[in-house]
């Protein structure tokens, strides 16, 4: 990967892109700095997750994770592009469910470009929503700055400061969405993955800083804690290694094309195949998955339920330190890996596509039968993939839980999703710049 980049700087075309989609990373991060005005944030930030029990597993917590601490720390881009990514998965859906939608997808180029119009809008939407709602909890926590006295403001103060918190936290998720389409256009990469990896990336000196630190740090404490400390890196490296094969594996589908005369000329008989990625939904499961189950501790942070009470009791199930939360989240997994490849793949259409082309499995007859045997072979990869998705996903709350019994409790976040998240940006990055230099004749440079 690295050999790729430098071959690449060598070029002064992908040399001025790769600076282009630096420097917007660079505001990115600088905009990830800078606070809302209003807004009263305290050493550790606005949740302090790592001393506040109930804050961990929550909705916030996972948008501070992908936020790259910008949500605990009310900064401009605090809802980050995470309101565009839910604004494209709700299009997607929709695009399946609705058949206008779904004829403008198939509409080529014009259609899409409808479509992602359509998906700006709902951007905006999804964050003046979730900005406003950030704006009551920070309200009703007494976050925000008041008058001379201490007390809240009232009236008009109160509206104009409603509006500069709601505006601004709005603004910048728009802001990130046209800096990503920037990358897109200009750039190296998809602007959006960029974007969510650099804010995952960002949180990586304060996991060495918690584990390495002279003051306070795991290694420091010597012992079972150097111990675990340096496990946790080489277990990080090998999940790195685990997502890259994981990655990379695919079922290849044999496909026979017959030969056809067309003219003087003779077209097709050779062999090729179908490739199908063994993890074809990526993350997606995972952020379902997780996003579901978040959602109850967050209810329980406005409910406030009272310890004893079945309620509490309910909630509780949903903390990951209960046996229950690691069930529900692996079938959870499982079920939406399904569903996600179900979206992506028509094995219906896929068959008949087949068909138009002249083209069969071999030993396997065109039509309803090569469409089930595609459905077959779908619904074993899908198990497959959502099984080994679920390792990763799985075993950071394993870990966590066996250091808890043992008496060596880590408050360190493996995060199975972000590294997800991490290795693939990172791999389809790398990809788009050999395609590059593969367009560009630079014969040697990729060896």
């Known amino acids: 990967m690295f050999q790729t980049f430098a071959n690449a700087w060598k070029i002064p075309e992908l040399r001025k892109k790769i600076l282009f989609t630096a420097l917007i990373l660079l505001v990115f991060r600088i905009g990830s700095a800078i606070p809302v005005p209003f807004i009263n944030v305290g050493e550790n930030g606005i949740f302090d997750f790592a001393n506040d029990a109930t804050m961990q597993g929550t909705f916030m917590e996972y948008l501070t994770m992908m936020t790259g601490n910008a949500f605990n720390y009310g900064t401009i881009f605090a809802m980050s592009i995470t309101p565009y990514i839910n ?41 003046l929503l979730q900005s406003t709602a950030y704006y009551f909890y920070l309200r009703g926590n007494d976050l925000l700055l008041g008058n001379a006295d201490g007390a809240a403001f009232t009236g008009f103060a109160a509206v104009f400061q409603a509006l500069i918190i709601i505006l601004c936290f709005t603004g910048g998720t728009a802001l990130l969405m046209w800096l ?26 304060t996991l060495v800083a918690q584990l390495f630190s002279t003051e306070g740090g795991y290694f420091s404490k010597g012992g079972v804690w150097a111990v675990l400390s340096v496990a946790v890196v080489i277990v990080l490296l090998l999940m790195i290694a685990y997502i890259v094969w994981m990655d990379n594996a695919e079922r290849r589908i044999p496909v026979q094309y017959a030969k056809r005369v067309v003219g003087r000329k003779m077209y097709g008989g050779q062999s090729t195949h179908i490739p199908i990625k063994v993890n074809m939904s990526g993350v997606m499961p995972i952020i379902f998955a997780s996003s579901i189950l978040s959602l109850p501790p967050t209810i329980n942070l406005f409910v406030n339920a009272e310890e004893g009470t079945g309620l509490a009791t309910f909630f509780s199930i949903f903390t990951s330190s209960h046996w229950a939360y690691g069930i529900m989240y692996f079938f959870m997994i499982i079920f939406f890996a399904y569903f996600y490849a179900s979206i992506q793949y028509n094995p219906v259409e896929m068959a008949n596509n087949i068909r138009k082309n002249s083209g069969a499995i071999p030993g396997i007859r065109p039509g309803k039968p090569t469409s089930d045997y595609i459905k077959k072979i779908l619904s074993r990869i899908t198990l497959l993939g959502a099984l080994l998705l679920s390792v990763v996903a799985l075993f950071p709350i394993l870990f966590q839980q066996i250091t808890k019994v043992c008496g060596y ?22 990809k788009q710049l050999e395609s590059q230099m593969m367009m560009r004749h630079y014969k040697g440079f990729l060896d």
Do not use: H, W, Y
């Open 87 to 127: 604004s494209s998965i709700i299009m997607q859906l929709l695009t399946v469910a609705i058949p206008p939608l779904e004829r403008l997808a198939k509409d080529g180029e014009e259609g899409r470009k409808k479509i992602a119009s359509i998906t700006r809008f709902v951007t905006i939407a999804l964050a």
């Open 409 to 430: 409790e880590m408050a360190v976040s493996l995060g199975g999703t972000s590294i997800i998240i991490l290795v693939g940006v990172a791999l389809e990055t790398v």
């Open 180 to 205: 990503g389409e920037q990358i897109n256009a200009n750039g190296i990469g998809n602007g959006i993955s960029l974007i969510l990896f650099t804010g995952i990336v960002s949180r990586i000196p």
